[in-house]
């Protein structure tokens, strides 16, 4: 199995393990509660720790990623792909204890940055035919499907949020 499936996946274990918990504690658990769950568990695991996972293989390994990207070796933009990665990461792990709009945030800067690079991948292979698996394989298919999957949460977490104020809200109009 390619590696670059690794975080997402622990990002989605972490979801089970953390909701799994919950319910076994409270003996319910909401819609709301499972994607809540879901989208911090791919925040802090996957953008943040799989994030600072990419910073050091491109900062410390930068000759191994540029080969497995197809990449030719010694390239300045590697240092500045670590660090956006570096600092995705650490927005991802913040996420953790800043919640609300800095999870909106996050999520568009990440996705903004994963989505150009996925359009970056697919130009690559248009015009130089590069077909590495760094380049056409996993991480291409993660670079669109990550930032989906975490916009989608994150509509459908806004939606469930704003019910759950507005019931709660009828139900204090009522009771006065």
């Known amino acids: ?21 919950q319910f076994y504690l409270k003996r319910s658990l909401t819609t709301k509660k499972i994607v809540e769950n879901v989208l ?32 030719a070796a010694g390239s300045p933009f590697q240092l500045e792909v670590a660090f956006t990665n570096l600092a995705f990461g650490v927005l991802g792990i913040l996420c ?3 919640r609300g709009n800095f999870w909106t945030a996050s999520i568009i800067g990440f996705s903004i940055f994963y989505l150009g690079s996925a359009y970056g991948h697919i130009i690559n292979i248009l015009s130089t035919g590069n077909y590495a698996p760094g380049n056409a394989g ?37 009771s006065l």
Not at 1 to 21: E, H, N, R
Not at 47 to 57: A, D, E, L, T
Not at 152 to 173: G, T, W
């Open 1 to 21: 199995m390619d590696t670059a499936y690794t975080w997402f996946l622990l990002g989605i274990l972490g979801a089970l393990i953390i909701s799994g918990i």
């Open 40 to 71: 911090l568990s791919l925040l802090v695991i996957t953008v943040g720790f799989g994030s600072i996972w990419i910073f050091i293989g491109h900062a410390f390994l930068s000759n191994q990623v540029a080969a497995y990207i197809g990449w």
């Open 96 to 98: 953790f204890w800043i």
């Open 138 to 174: 996993t991480v291409l298919i993660l670079d669109i499907l990550i930032p989906i999957l975490l916009i989608v949460l994150l509509v459908v977490y806004k939606v469930q949020e704003k019910r759950a104020m507005d019931n709660a809200i009828e139900s204090l109009e009522r």
